[in-house]
């Protein structure tokens, strides 16, 4: 679906009321329909929705000594005596703060709809009755099945009309479609009784994806299965293949923030040419990615998106800078301006200013095939398949969980599941020091789209494994 | 716009056109306002949220729950939401009471605070993070360091058609500083932080000491070594034991998971999982507690409850549906994120009560083995009964002497060994709690509070 022009107008409408104030400043808007399914086994739980959100953030910039003061305010309040609160605090907000930039414009005109998959035209048409599907065709695999059953989960989709309005002159709309999928299926004759045999799936998109929903069932179903006859994983150092649904969960907020503006101006950043990950690395930031979480037009703060190079044959190439941070740095921003996070954040934006952020992390594809041929090719060593959570540090880079569920590899296959202890590592480091993005002994060739990374299998060498 | 009582009668009125159409409706309307200052040496932040506002009901019918709500306090925006409730509902009249007992509570309560934080002036704040920045900064090798104010002031009003009435003002404030130490393209960092119910008088906490320990930690990370792996004797400090207490043990006594037949504690209620030294609490009524709540999203007053006395499994937290399901009584932990998220059985302050051992003690009983310190995440695994904690640092113990220290670290293994491994538990002296946020899976976000003395077992270690 090409983005087209939304039919809210909430920045529009906020715009109107600061027409002449001194800019620079712009108004991000959100007019977002909500709805939810919860399930308790394979019945639903409670049903929610519409829930009605509409907010904006406005942000103002002005010169000072050399820099720039910035404001920043978000509300719900779209009233006119709200707006004109909303101002007031950004601009008082504003006479306190500090921020290196100097000769800071805002972009001008956008185009008024781009070319960007960015909304699911089902779910946008008709929201109910295609979340109702869903659910249904989550739990048809479960039908009749005595070995697993579904346990908890939710649907929650929400459909966005984004607007943004800024003293150039620019004003641009597009619709957005956003769900999480939360789900989590038991398997019922584990070994070790009942507690053990669980594979929990927290997904996040753009779209409702009907085609692949009945075979991810049957394969979380084996992996619940798996989950409750899981050998302790064993300790050691070893030969690690980490799938795109773990990397998803350590690149974006690690590189994201450790080759962003933010962490450049604070002296945080590898030298632009250095040696950050083998040769075998190739790594973009595509805000055009059909689909991606973030994929529009234009990033938050309405700089056109492109995909842009951060990492070529694992030399550190372009950092990611919003307008702010990229005038800072004596450059220009290169469409990063983010308002979310790479971890946990809320579904709606309007309330965060922006900052330097990924959209979608591209991981070039490499010679290492399918995940079989990775398996094969790494003869021994531990596939993970999922951790608890990485909670990845983005100052330093570290990483690393309990293992939820892995698999060893023996003779180039899969064989005994595995589950606890913990594995990690370091995702960048410092010059001379071992790092996730040094160890890659192979890329794999089937790319994966998980939230904001779209990544084939890696192996990587010698990470520590602490086991049972 | 109007705030939430001022549509107190509209609110009714909406509610019991709703009750024409359903046995039960309830609607949660909030208002809140929040305000952020964050200094380094590039940015002063400083971010007002004037006003996040909105209301969502709840109605019982054929189909279970639903719900319906919209941000705004306007007359039209609450008729809309109020009215598509109506429609989604399905009612055909002769729909069963909903499950458990509905709240009669009526009440209202505000935070007590020495000081406002409306009564601080934003120039104030900024000079106050400065003031942690050059604490944090005096220290030899520290590059840069972010001190954060925040400071947010939630209003909730709850109502039912069975005529529950609860109004409450809850202040919270939080401060933290981070400090950097930075040396050839090698980031290190550790941390500090206070927060709870209450205003300025939090932010005293926040000393010199604290952030020259943190800061000092931080220098002295950028050499240090590889941290231990294994299995080994763990002391956990004060961040480490609340985040297990809540993580590991506190989401598998949540009673829904029971329901759902998803916790490995579910079989093991009324049995000793611990030693006697061991009673772990969640405590909504805990005095400027980071988690405190005067009513939950039911209507029903916060309380304390103990879940392991002296060892034993004595009770879970419940609403009122589980609370009817397994024949005992709400406990006040229905909570909702904010007022555009469902209610969850949540945690409020979670924590392990103090023991007898002295901290010194405990280092020497364990001999070898690893402090862990500086808490920053755990997951929990309500039905497998595994844990993940995450910590900044830690120290290793050799010979029963503290050595030197180590970067961040796992912590994993079951959590039912984990109990019956435990072999002392400190003195409160040692007790602390810690402000942080609690997600029920990876989502919907609020505040809880986590706490305890040192605690010390033995568990798998390893790199994170």
Sequence with gaps: MTAPFSSAETAFRVADRVRRAPGPWDVYGEAIRRFEIHINGDQVEMTRGPIQLEGYGYRVIAPHNGGVRVGFAGSTDVSTAGVARTIEEATIASRFSSFPAKDVSLPGSLPSSGTVLSADPELWARPEASIERFVSEVLAPFDGRKDVRPSFGSLRVALIDVTFANSSGAKASFQRTSAELEFAVRSTAGPEGPGSGEYWVNQRSCCLDHRAIASQGLEWSRKARDAGSASPTPPGVRQVLLPPEVLSEILPATLGFRLGGQAALRGMMPPKGSAVGGANIDLWDDGLYPYGLASAPWDDEGVLHAKRPLIQSGEFREPIYDVLHGRALSDQSTGGGRRDTATLSPWFHFMIRPNPGPSTMVLGPGDGGSDQEMIEALGEGLWVDQLGYSFPDPVSGAFGGEIRLGYLVKDGKLSTPVRGGTVGGVALAAPGEPSLLRSVSAVGGRPTLVGQLSAPALSVGSLSVAGA | ?464
């Design chain 2, 1 to 464: 716009m109007p705030g939430v009582v001022e549509v107190d009668d509209l609110l009714a009125r909406l509610l019991h056109r709703i009750e024409r159409h359903a046995p039960y409706a309830e609607v949660m309307a909030e208002e809140t306002t929040s305000h952020l200052v964050r200094y380094d040496r590039s940015a002063t932040v400083v971010e007002p949220s004037p006003g996040f506002r909105g209301a969502m009901f709840r109605a019982w019918g054929p189909k279970g729950w639903t719900e319906a709500g919209a941000s705004g306090l306007e007359a039209d925006s609450l008729t809309t939401a109020a009215d598509s409730l109506i429609q989604h509902l399905g009612f055909a009249g002769g729909a069963p009471d909903p499950p458990g007992e509905s709240s009669t509570q009526r009440g209202e309560a505000s935070t007590k605070t020495q000081q406002p934080m409306g009564e601080v002036p934003v120039s104030e704040r900024v000079a106050l993070a400065q003031t942690w920045f050059a604490w944090a900064t005096e220290v030899k090798g520290i590059r840069n360091a972010y001190a954060t104010i925040q400071s947010r002031t939630d209003i909730r009003l709850f109502l039912s058609t069975a005529g529950a009435r609860t109004l409450q003002t809850i202040d919270r404030t939080r401060g933290a500083v981070a400090a950097l130490a930075i040396e050839n393209g090698k980031v290190e960092y550790d941390f500090t932080g206070r927060g709870g119910m209450g205003g300025a008088e939090i932010l005293a906490e926040i000393t010199p000491e604290r952030v020259s320990r943190a800061a000092h930690a931080a220098v002295e990370l950028l050499q240090a070594p590889s941290p231990p792996v294994g299995r080994m004797k763990v002391l956990l400090d004060p961040s480490a034991s609340g985040t297990f207490a809540h993580e590991s043990f506190g989401h598998g006594a949540e009673a829904d998971q029971m329901l759902r037949d998803r916790s490995y504690l579910k079989p093991l209620f009324g049995k000793v999982l611990g030693p006697e030294s061991l009673t772990l609490v969640d405590d909504g009524s805990l005095p400027g507690g980071w988690g405190s709540i005067f009513f939950d999203d039911e209507g029903h007053p916060s309380g304390r409850t103990v879940l392991v006395d002296h060892g034993k499994f004595i009770e879970a937290l419940h609403d009122r549906e589980t609370a009817a399901a397994l024949h005992r009584r709400a406990t006040g932990n229905t909570r909702r994120a904010d007022f555009l998220s469902r209610p969850f059985v949540r945690m409020t302050n979670t924590f392990v009560e103090p023991g007898a051992m002295h901290l010194e003690e405990m280092v020497r009983e364990m001999r070898d083995g690893v402090i862990l310190e500086s808490c920053t995440s755990g997951i929990e695994d309500p039905l497998g009964g595994n844990m993940q904690i995450k910590v900044k640092k830690g120290h290793l113990v050799r010979g029963g002497e503290i050595g030197p220290i180590r970067p961040s670290m796992a912590l994993s293994g079951r959590v039912l060994e984990f109990l019956t491994a435990i072999r002392g538990v400190s003195r409160k002296e040692d007790f602390e709690m810690s402000p942080g946020y609690c997600g029920k899976g990876h989502t919907d976000l609020l505040p809880t509070g986590t706490g305890g003395p040192y605690l010390l077992s033995e568990a798998i270690v390893g790199p994170a």
